[in-house]
């Protein structure tokens, strides 16, 4: 769609709960009001569309690898995500994303809560997206993943513990 990013923030408020679900691919079969509401567009624009519409460009690749590999596990993540939307400005949430299950187990789909991004998490996760950024514009993913890595180790954290730093991050 090439939409240019601008500087015009899109509040979150503490009330907000935004709610998407995807089907395998990432494509969004279901949002709530607020979801259409914050990323200015209509149901018929992005119904059936990739959630990936709403990529901001300052979002590091190495996130949603994490992000992605992991929901595809069948595990939960939850992540900081700037999300753009229609008119150029943006949003940060927390993201939980799960997998729903049908009654025998098989896929139902992806769901995606997301709350406003606390104040002292976004001092943490603007300077850490900057670092992941000029780490995947000099050599990838691959090099993105250490500096990443080394984040969460100086964060008493870990891969495996990374839901429970990003809670922690929003919390303090």
Known sequence: MGITPTAEEHEVTKVDIIVSKGDEKGDITYAN???FKLAGYTQAELLEKPHSIIRHPDMPKIIFKYLWDTIQAG??????????????????????????TNPDGSFR????????????ARTVIEPLYKDL???EASGGMDASLPVLEA??????ASLATFNDAMQKIQNS
């Open 33 to 35: 009001p607020i979801f």
């Open 75 to 100: 595990n939960d993540v939850k992540a900081f995500v700037k999300n753009l939307c229609k008119d150029g400005g943006f949003y940060w949430v927390l993201a939980h994303v799960r997998v729903a």
């Open 109 to 120: 789909n992806y769901v995606s809560t997301r709350k406003g991004m606390s104040a002292a």
């Open 133 to 135: 950024l000029a780490a």
């Open 151 to 156: 984040f969460l180790k100086d964060n008493g």
